[in-house]
C-alpha cells in the first residue's frame, strides 16, 4: 500500500469526526483526530469479523433447512444457492478484515501521519477557498446538501492539487476509488465531474501580478 493512498483514508476518516468547526482545531486536535481514526479501523475489524460470522451461521441454516424443509428438488436448489451466497459474502468479508490489520500497522508510520496531518491543517486552514472552489464547480447543487462524506473527500482531493502539488489527475483518481469505498454506489460518478471541474477552473484562473 502507497502511504500517501493511506495517508488520504486516515485524513478521511478523521475529517469524519470534526464539527462544522474545523478552523477551531489546535494541531494537538488534529493528531488525536488520527489516532481516533486508526481506533476506529480497529473496531471496523471486529465488526467485519462479527457480520462474516453471522452470514456463516445463516449460511449453515440454509444448508440444513435444505436437508429438512425442502418439497422439490427446486426449492433444494434455490436453499443451497442461498447457502452458498451467503458463505461468499462473508468469505470475501473475511478477506477486508484480513487486509485491514496491514492498513492499521503502515498507519503508524511517520510518513503516513506527517501526510495526514498536513491534509487535514491544509483543509482546515484553506477551508474558506477550498469550498468556494467546490460551490462554483456544483451543478445544480449546494454543498452544505452534499453528503458529509462526499464533501471531505472533495474537500481533500482539492486541497492536494490546490495547495499540496498533487497532480490533478492523482488527485481525482485517489478521490474516486475512496468515493468507491466509502460513498454510495454512484458517488464516485459526482466526485469524478466536480474534481474536473475544479480542475479546470484551476488552470483557467489568471494569475494574480503580485
Same mark, same amino acid.
Given at each position: 500500500?502507497?502511504?500517501?493512498?493511506?495517508?488520504? $483514508?486516515? @485524513?478521511?476518516?478523521?475529517?469524519?469526526?470534526?464539527? !462544522?468547526?474545523?478552523?477551531?482545531?489546535?494541531?494537538?486536535? *488534529?493528531?488525536?483526530?488520527?489516532?481516533?481514526?486508526?481506533?476506529?479501523?480497529?473496531?471496523?475489524?471486529?465488526?467485519? *469479523? $462479527?457480520?462474516?460470522? !453471522?452470514? *456463516?451461521?445463516?449460511?449453515?441454516?440454509?444448508? /440444513?433447512? !435444505?436437508?429438512?424443509?425442502?418439497?422439490?428438488? =427446486?426449492?433444494?436448489?434455490?436453499? #443451497?444457492?442461498?447457502?452458498?451466497?451467503?458463505? %461468499?459474502?462473508? /468469505?470475501?468479508?473475511?478477506?477486508?478484515?484480513?487486509?485491514?490489520? $496491514?492498513?492499521?500497522?503502515?498507519?503508524?508510520?511517520?510518513? #503516513?501521519?506527517?501526510?495526514?496531518?498536513?491534509?487535514?491543517?491544509?483543509? =482546515?486552514?484553506?477551508?474558506?477557498?477550498?469550498?468556494?472552489?467546490?460551490?462554483?464547480?456544483?451543478?445544480?447543487?449546494?454543498?452544505? +446538501?452534499?453528503?458529509?462524506?462526499? +464533501?471531505? /473527500?472533495?474537500?481533500?482531493?482539492?486541497? $492536494?492539487?490546490?495547495?499540496?502539488? #498533487? %497532480?490533478?489527475?492523482?488527485?481525482?483518481?485517489?478521490?474516486?476509488? *475512496?468515493? &468507491? +469505498?466509502?460513498?454510495?454506489?454512484? @458517488?464516485?460518478?459526482?466526485?469524478?465531474?466536480?474534481?474536473?471541474?475544479?480542475?479546470?477552473?484551476? &488552470?483557467?484562473?489568471?494569475? %494574480?501580478?503580485?
Amino acid at each position: 500500500m502507497q502511504p500517501r493512498r493511506i495517508a488520504r $483514508e486516515l @485524513a478521511l476518516l478523521s475529517l469524519s469526526q470534526v464539527s !462544522s468547526n474545523l478552523e477551531k482545531l489546535h494541531q494537538e486536535q *488534529l493528531s488525536d483526530l488520527v489516532l481516533g481514526a486508526v481506533r476506529t479501523l480497529t473496531q471496523e475489524v471486529h465488526d467485519i *469479523l $462479527e457480520t462474516a460470522a !453471522s452470514e *456463516l451461521k445463516r449460511g449453515s441454516d440454509r444448508l /440444513i433447512d !435444505s436437508e429438512i424443509q425442502a418439497t422439490t428438488v =427446486k426449492s433444494a436448489r434455490a436453499m #443451497v444457492s442461498d447457502a452458498i451466497e451467503q458463505t %461468499q459474502t462473508a /468469505i470475501n468479508r473475511v478477506g477486508m478484515a484480513m487486509e485491514l490489520p $496491514e492498513f492499521i500497522q503502515l498507519t503508524n508510520q511517520k510518513e #503516513v501521519k506527517a501526510y495526514a496531518l498536513e491534509i487535514l491543517s491544509t483543509v =482546515k486552514q484553506e477551508r474558506a477557498e477550498i469550498d468556494d472552489l467546490i460551490s462554483n464547480s456544483l451543478v445544480n447543487w449546494q454543498l452544505n +446538501r452534499i453528503a458529509r462524506i462526499d +464533501r471531505d /473527500i472533495l474537500r481533500i482531493a482539492v486541497a $492536494e492539487m490546490h495547495y499540496l502539488g #498533487v %497532480q490533478d489527475r492523482i488527485a481525482i483518481n485517489e478521490a474516486v476509488e *475512496l468515493a &468507491k +469505498r466509502y460513498s454510495g454506489e454512484d @458517488a464516485y460518478r459526482f466526485v469524478n465531474g466536480v474534481l474536473r471541474r475544479v480542475s479546470d477552473r484551476l &488552470k483557467n484562473r489568471i494569475p %494574480q501580478n503580485t
